[in-house]
């Protein structure tokens, strides 16, 4: 039997029998994985613990047939305050219920995993803005997964859109053909599938896109309001796309 040690932390739990649970987690060596966890529901298991949603371990694994199973686990992170706080565990719910929706079973996703665990951290320790930082997290999500929204020129006429010397302080974002247009261009295009973006949250999305991921969340606005209304519509654009 050949055993397998990663680091990962459980994106979704379900229950399997009477004392079993099957538990999805997020891996730095074998992608996201599904993972029968035997005995995790009684009270003395020694994986108790580790089987629980949002709880970082390293495991120890092997393999069966075509199913991975715990062996043993080590925790590393729990991240309490989700536990205590409703609203966060409910932020969690959400960027896991994206990760889950847009990753497969066994593609790399290392970079997923070290994007997700920054986002946690930042928000377990109320370190910056929650709305925010979950906006930045489904930016840059997609990037990481190699999907970059195309910010720098007009997808209609060309023109690049983030020139400093240009008078032009808006750009838009049509979430239904997920392209950047310039002002000029949207003239006779249907408003109600645009949504408008100012030219510092451009900039903002242009460093998340581009940044490395433990500075992702190390930039300012002064007002967020379109960016969040861009990660809404950019995430439904990428999901319904992918
Ligand atoms: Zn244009």
């Known amino acids: ?20 649970k099957i538990i999805t987690i997020l891996t730095d060596k074998l992608g996201k994985i599904s993972c029968m966890a035997r005995g995790a529901k009684k009270n003395n298991s020694p994986i108790l613990a580790n089987s629980q949603y949002l709880v970082y371990s390293e495991f120890v694994l092997y393999k069966s047939k075509n199913f991975y199973m715990v062996n043993s686990a080590t925790i590393i992170n729990m991240f309490y305050k989700f536990r205590t706080n409703f609203d966060k565990m409910e932020k969690a719910f959400e960027l896991t219920r994206i990760i889950n929706l847009i ?41 990481v997964l190699g999907f970059y929204p195309n910010i720098s020129k007009c997808s209609q006429c060309g023109q690049v859109l983030l020139n400093e010397s240009t008078d032009k302080k808006y750009v838009y974002y049509d979430y239904v053909s997920n392209i950047f247009l310039c002002d000029t261009c949207i003239a006779n295009k249907e408003l109600k599938r645009l949504i408008k973006l100012n030219k510092s949250t451009l900039i903002a999305i242009k460093y998340i896109a581009s940044c490395d991921i433990k500075k992702v969340f190390n930039y300012e606005l002064k007002d967020y309001s379109d960016l969040l209304n861009f990660s809404v519509v950019y995430t439904d654009a990428m999901i319904n796309g992918i």
């Not at 039997?1 to 079993?20: F, P, Q, W």
């Not at 996703?109 to 910056?128: G, Q």
């Open 103 to 143: 990753t497969d079973e066994n593609e790399d996703t290392s970079l997923v995993l070290k994007l997700f665990l920054n986002t946690i951290y930042i928000l377990e320790n109320d370190l910056k803005n929650d709305d925010m930082v979950i906006a930045t997290f489904k930016i840059k999500l997609f990037c």
């Open 1 to 20: 039997m050949d055993l397998i040690k990663v680091k990962g932390i459980v994106i979704r739990e379900t229950t399997y029998k009477d004392n079993d």
